[in-house]
Nanobody, 122 residues
Framework: QVQLVESGGGLVQAGGSLRLSCAAS????????MGWFRQAPGKEREFVAA????????LYADSVKGRFTISRDNAKNTVYLQMNSLKPEDTAVYYC???????????????WGQGTQVTVSS
């Protein structure tokens, strides 16, 4: 069982930056693929970024490529999402997810956090 808790959301102006964190419980965190997803009001949940358990591979949605960076610290059981050059269309609830397999940009993750709100004002 893995429990995930996101933090770091908030209100920021367009062009600004935020760093989201996702703290995971469980001794096997270092072997899990970790992903970030987001869901805006009235829209389906969409993939943002994913990172392989070793950190050796990452995947990004085209909409965030070059602006967002996913990273992880296995010693701290934490995955991060650095978000730069934020746009109003990045406004959403951001969710952290974990899975023992490489599921990449699909929603087939076994474990999900409760989400953290990110609001970007224009």
């Amino acid at each position: 069982q893995v429990q995930l808790v996101e933090s770091g959301g908030g209100l920021v102006q367009a062009g600004g930056s935020l760093r989201l964190s996702c703290a995971a419980s469980g001794r096997t965190f270092s072997r899990y693929t970790m992903g970030w997803f987001r869901q805006a009001p009235g829209k389906e949940r969409e993939f943002v970024a994913a990172i392989f358990w070793s950190g050796g591979a990452t995947l990004y949605a085209d909409s965030v490529k070059g602006r967002f960076t996913i990273s992880r610290d296995n010693a701290k059981n934490t995955v991060y999402l650095q978000m730069n050059s934020l746009k109003p269309e990045d406004t959403a609830v951001y969710y952290c997810a974990a899975d023992p397999a490489w599921v990449g940009g699909t929603t087939d993750y076994d474990y999900w956090g409760q989400g953290t709100q990110v609001t970007v004002s224009s």
